[in-house]
């Protein structure tokens, strides 16, 4: 502008043109740093440009440092990078506050609220080459992820690593797992991230078809406590056509980087744009309770593109499962021998006396199922392949429709239907995912054929194509393909052995459960220790609902007469409070039956207990220690409570006040004996009927490894007299 030809007075002059400096300077500052806030102004994110033009962001809840300045970007094979040369060409804020309904879940609706920050960077150097990273801020944490648009200078790279940081703000206290590409089923170590170094090589105990990461590395969910009372978690959401991410430790400077599972020739991703990254998710609060309440990470998940979901339901069941792992109680396996092909003639195998899945077997089942209100069971072991398939790493062991001599698939099937209980199909591919996939559809078509609407697949083994990993990007879109086919069919996934899950049970909600951590089976296999479960809802369950298999009434498993010395590491009232602190809309009662039919007023809570919820109440918690969980059932005026603790005993402080006020209920207490402990008179407890309403406050015991389970119902007056009143 010409100020001198308009004849502008001098001071005017030099005051547009301070002010048009302090504009230029502002929006330089602009460009390279900018920052949001949660929708609670607790939680602040500022991004910034450092110099050589590196991305970095930092996190800070209630003005305390969560993340300290971190960089962010990713390395690429036989190309330059996305670290750094960067400038900001544009940057937009929004804001999103809706609410959705979940198929299944732990609440009837869901509010997804949040401030947004999009920040699109170019690299001069590769011909404005350009990125977005998409933050997005929560009142419970951060997700963010990087995203590469269609353009003539980007279309198809390969990821040698990706490089985002979190640095921590102090030497926390850490609930972890080694990091490894193909298992997420070791025991958690509780430490401080400086003794993670000496502590990694205890816990990389040996587990089937493990692959540890070489560099000092854990897992996500990742669960941390600062020395000032920050409650941070470290996790994915949306994980699709991408590896799964693990985080290197630093545990010097108390820095975690990602580190990503690699493909069979070493590489990490191959992206073809337009594409993303999945999000990386940090939830943060000063309370216990509220991570544990947290749906950030379904939020991040896309919603549904199913049309029809009026077939997904949930599904309480039994199963001929835990026979097999009661010190050899009987096998999946028909046959002795060890050499076996599919090609062989079943029927010529030597029957070795123990196969589990029989027809009679499983009609002893159904009637229970149906005698007691169960709507499926699991038959592991029904069909051929199982002789010799652990231990070799074969293509072709399962078939997944021809079933062993002993099992009559029709017979089972109409059987089943005329007491009106489901059988859920078992697919165990022994980690050969090829063969599974070439098998797939007519696997399915034999579903639909013989009333199968529900199937538990399994991947133990070392993964087939050979030098694929579980967590590798090939195995995630080998998991999402079998749930989008599945859906198809009008078929639910409970996938056992796959990478932990990222909340895309919002996106396929027939995959409506995983195993994918250490669950019940392990107690027959060296025990759980006692604050496992007290961990787990903070780590693995973050990501999405975990097939944990509670129900274990017989926990000293010498009662089998085999010489077993193994032990479950609870009470028995400690496995009835599972059901509602490891949520998930599928859950199994594991135990034979004949152990439920010698505790039928403990048996009962099982039998009452819902399995999907309109809304959940987290009224006490602490990782590592004790856990206390309220829900109320899906369309219905009955709650249920389950509290649980470590090795410690101790007193739950139980609060009534999400009930109706005004009213009163019938309160079915299953609690501790006084005498009881996990490893000492485990099956002692008592059950008491008393009255609450929503002032009732209610302090009670637990036993070492113990819990409290609770049912609350509606109650007439000629119910309700005569009960005690808390």
């Not at 547009?16 to 460009?31: D, G």
């Not at 949660?38 to 809840?61: A, R, V, W």
């Not at 062993?404 to 089972?412: E, G, I, Q, R």
């Not at 932990?500 to 996106?507: A, I, V």
Request: glycine letters at 6%; a neutral charge.
């Amino acid at each position: 502008m010409n100020f001198q030809s308009q004849k502008i007075p001098l001071q005017i002059r030099l005051g547009k043109t301070i002010l048009l400096l302090l504009f230029v300077c502002a929006n330089s500052f602009w460009v390279r740093a900018q920052e949001i806030t949660s929708p609670d102004k607790n939680l602040s994110l500022k991004f910034e440009l450092k110099d050589g033009g590196i991305p970095s962001y930092q996190l800070s809840y209630k003005q305390k440092p969560v993340i300290k300045p971190s960089t962010l970007g990713l390395e690429i094979q036989n190309g330059d990078s996305f670290m750094d040369g960067f400038t900001v060409t544009n940057s937009a804020q929004s804001s999103v506050d809706e609410n959705w309904d979940p198929v299944l879940g732990e609440e009837k609706t869901i509010r997804n609220h949040y401030n947004e920050l999009v920040v699109t960077l170019a690299q001069a150097k590769n011909n404005n080459r350009f990125i977005r990273i998409r933050f997005r801020l929560f009142n419970d944490g951060l997700g963010f992820r990087y995203e590469f648009p269609k353009q003539n200078d980007l279309s198809y790279f390969v990821i040698k690593e990706e490089r985002s940081e979190f640095n921590l703000a102090g030497n926390h206290k850490i609930f972890w797992i080694p990091g490894d590409y193909d298992t997420n089923e070791y025991a958690y170590t509780t430490s401080k991230i400086s003794e993670i170094p000496s502590l990694m090589k205890k816990a990389t105990i040996e587990i089937n078809a493990q692959c540890p990461i070489k560099e000092l590395s854990v897992q996500t969910p990742s669960m941390m406590k600062s020395d000032d009372g920050l409650y941070i978690n470290i996790h994915e959401a949306g994980l699709i056509n991408y590896p799964a991410m693990y985080l290197e430790v630093d545990a010097v400077n108390n820095k975690m980087k990602s580190h990503l599972a690699p493909d069979a020739v070493g590489a990490k991703g191959y992206m073809q744009t337009d594409a993303q990254s999945p999000w990386r998710t940090i939830v943060v609060s000063d309370k216990a309770t509220e991570i544990l309440a947290s749906k950030l990470i379904l939020n991040l998940n896309e919603p549904t593109s199913y049309k029809d979901v009026s077939w997904i339901k949930p599904v309480k069941f039994i199963g001929i499962w835990w026979e097999y792992f009661v010190a050899g109680r009987s096998t999946w396996a028909f046959g002795k021998e060890n050499n076996v092909k599919l090609t062989d003639d079943f029927t010529k195998l030597t029957p070795n006396g123990k196969h589990g899945a029989t027809t009679e077997r499983a009609k002893e089942y159904i009637d229970f199922a149906s005698k007691n209100g169960f709507d499926a069971i699991l038959i592991e072991g029904w069909n051929i392949g199982w002789e010799d398939w652990i231990n070799n790493w074969k293509e072709e062991v399962f078939d997944y429709v021809t079933a062993y001599p002993d099992f009559d698939v029709k017979a089972v099937h109409e059987y089943a239907a005329s007491k009106g209980v489901k059988i859920i199909m078992h697919h165990e591919t022994s980690g050969s995912a090829t063969n599974y996939e070439r098998r797939l559809d007519r696997a399915f078509q034999f579903m639909n054929d013989n009333g199968y609407d529900a199937v538990k697949t399994g991947y133990v083994g070392k993964i087939i194509p050979r030098g694929e990993h579980h967590d590798g990007q090939w195995m995630v879109n080998h998991y999402i393909n079998v749930a989008k086919r599945a859906a198809d069919y009008k078929i639910m996934i409970d996938s056992h052995e796959a990478v932990r899950p990222t909340g895309l049970n919002r996106t396929f909600p027939n995959w409506i459960a995983q195993e994918s951590a250490r669950g019940t089976e392990f107690e027959s296999m060296g025990g759980l220790a006692p604050d496992h479960t007290t961990i787990l809802p903070f780590t693995r369950l973050m990501g999405g609902p975990m097939d944990f298999t509670p129900g274990i009434f017989q926990t000293d498993l010498s009662y089998y007469g085999t010489g077993s010395t193994q032990r479950v590491n609870t009470t028995l009232v400690k496995q009835l409070a599972y059901y509602v602190t490891m949520y998930s809309p599928l859950q199994m009662a594991a135990d034979i039956p004949g152990n439920y039919e010698r505790f039928p007023d403990a048996f009962q809570f099982i039998k009452d207990v819902a399995v999907d919820w309109d809304n959940s109440y987290i009224l006490e918690a602490e990782p590592g220690d004790y856990i206390t969980i309220a829900r109320k059932a899906k369309g219905k005026n009955e709650w249920f409570i389950g509290g649980i603790t470590d090795e410690n005993a101790r007193t739950a402080n139980i609060s009534f006040d999400y009930l109706p006020a005004g009213k009163s209920y019938i309160a079915t207490i299953y609690a501790d004996a006084k005498e009881a402990n996990w490893n000492k008179n485990p099956q002692k407890y008592t059950v008491t009927k008393v009255i609450v309403n929503s002032k009732t406050k209610l302090k009670q015991y637990l036993a070492p490894g113990g819990g409290v389970a609770i049912s609350i119902k509606e109650g007439n007056n000629s119910e309700l007299k005569g009960l005690k009143k808390i």
